[in-house]
């Protein structure tokens, strides 16, 4: 038997990750004792027996292929099991040979398979409460687009971005001290960060919030609704009732994709993947003549106990434990702890792209190293300030007018009619099986059929993925696990239909 220096086995798990020179025994044992593949990290000699061979594992050369091209052979092994990871296991040799692009592999190796488990698992959890948002929340998306006047409506003015991180105890003081003078940009405020700028006495003009499971109350205070909101389709019920003015954002690629085979055109702004993201995007697609980023530290405060918030957010702040953290570049430190670690990949990737023609200023004194951006600390606040005010024109707010887009009345007709006749379709599928006695085959045979339908997969497919999961699982599912998939889609088809009772169908 092997010896490993790191074995993390995955209970029925048919798949493999082996990082590490290994001995030919060691990797015919990993071949048969895994039918779902192996996928091997190693150094080219180190696999030189296996290279030409038939019956040989998945082979990523170490030190002739660039690093960055592992993420993309990684995520493709990966996907082949949908619910399960596979098993890890190192190799004692990594600490004799190559132990530097061994680390960094390895290191990478642990970003992306827990990366995607944790999204795997938030899939499982939040999928039926992410689909009711949708059917709720569709009138809504749309009655209340962004029109395109808009974007043109704003252009040329700065813009301030508002995060919660906890360098807003330093930054957001400055800012407040900047509006005194009379400096006037637009300010885009988080949903986290709200309390702070009531706090200090700040109002937003625009308000981001995209999280499914957030609500008003543990953001604001109780009659607070100030700004225009900016709210994706899957958010939670409480923003839209409370906000008189906002716009509603797609963000489901997926559901995008019914949106447009149903003749809505693609909105030309989506919501992404955390709030401060987004309201970044917004900042460039409004045309701003830059985005001043504050309390975007997409990382934990290291000299504070790992907190995640800034204290005059008011939001509990749960301290991150380490062994959810990951380590990041860092703004004044070479790493820095996030568990972050979706979103500073994401907001990075955008600032790399965007900052090659967007003016993005990085206000902070801590924090995840954004590329692209300009970084300046606090203590520079004079000459930021000298340089932001002769920028750029102030912002005339009485300009800012609220003329939501809408989709035509019969393109938003015929959708509703799809959605109800999809709905009905899983109804006469699925009620004979959840009243009468019918077999595990015979409901998961009419799941299987349901979610092969192209409309059904993409109208309910934040809930789709979980069935998918144990419809190509090997091992037997048991039956309770089908019953609750046929429950849950059930009531999601009620709800839909229950949704669309007061439309003019």
Known sequence: MAEWLLENVIPDSLRSIVVGRVSREEMEGEIKANKGGVFWIVDLEGAKDWVHCGDSPCIFPLDTHPIDALSEHLQSFLSADTKRLPHLKVSPSILTHLTDSYDTALSLLTRITDTTQRIRNAQRLTGDVIAKNLFRNLPLYFSHQLPSTLEAQEKGWGAVIVGAGPSLDVTLPIIKEWLEKGWRPIIIATDSSLKALENIGIDPHFVVEIDPYKTCE????????????????????????????????????????????????????????????????????????????????????????????????????????????????????????????????????????????????????????????????????????????????????????????????????????????????????????????????????????????????????????????????????????????????????????????????
């Open 218 to 505: 543990s953001c604001t205070s109780s009659d607070y609704a100030r700004g225009i909101g900016l709210f994706s389709i899957d958010c939670n019920e409480s923003w839209p009732q409370r906000w008189n003015q906002f716009y509603i954002l797609p963000k489901n690629e997926i559901i995008e994709q019914f949106f447009q085979k149903n003749n809505i055109q693609q909105a030309s702004l989506t919501a992404s993947s955390n709030a401060g993201l987004t309201a970044l995007a917004f900042s460039v697609w409004l045309g701003s003549g830059y985005s001043l980023l504050i309390g975007m530290d997409l990382s934990t405060d290291s000299n504070s106990n790992l907190s995640r918030y800034a204290k005059i957010t008011g939001r509990p702040n749960v301290l991150s434990n380490r062994a959810d953290l990951f380590t990041i570049p860092g703004n004044f430190q070479p790493q820095v702890l996030t568990p972050f670690l979706c979103d500073w990949e994401a907001t990075a990737a955008f600032c790399q792209k965007q900052g090659q023609t967007h003016t993005i200023i990085n206000f902070n004194d801590r924090g995840a190293k954004l590329p692209s951006t300009n970084l300046i600390p606090p203590e520079k606040k004079d000459d930021l300030y000298a340089i932001l005010e002769n920028t750029t024109a102030p912002f005339d707010v009485t300009t800012l007018t609220y003329e939501p887009a809408s989709i035509p009345q019969a393109i938003a007709n015929s959708l509703y009619q799809k959605l109800q006749k999809n709905c009905e379709k899983i109804q006469k599928a699925l009620l004979p099986l959840s009243k009468g006695a019918s077999s595990p085959s015979s409901k998961k045979e009419a799941l299987g059929k349901l979610v092969c339908d192209d409309d059904i997969s993409l109208i309910f497919s934040s809930y789709v993925y979980n069935i998918m999961q144990d419809l190509v699982e090997t091992a037997e599912v048991p039956e309770p696990t089908w019953n609750q998939h046929i429950n849950i889609l059930l009531d999601l088809a009620e709800f839909c239909i229950a949704s669309l009772k007061d439309r003019d169908l």
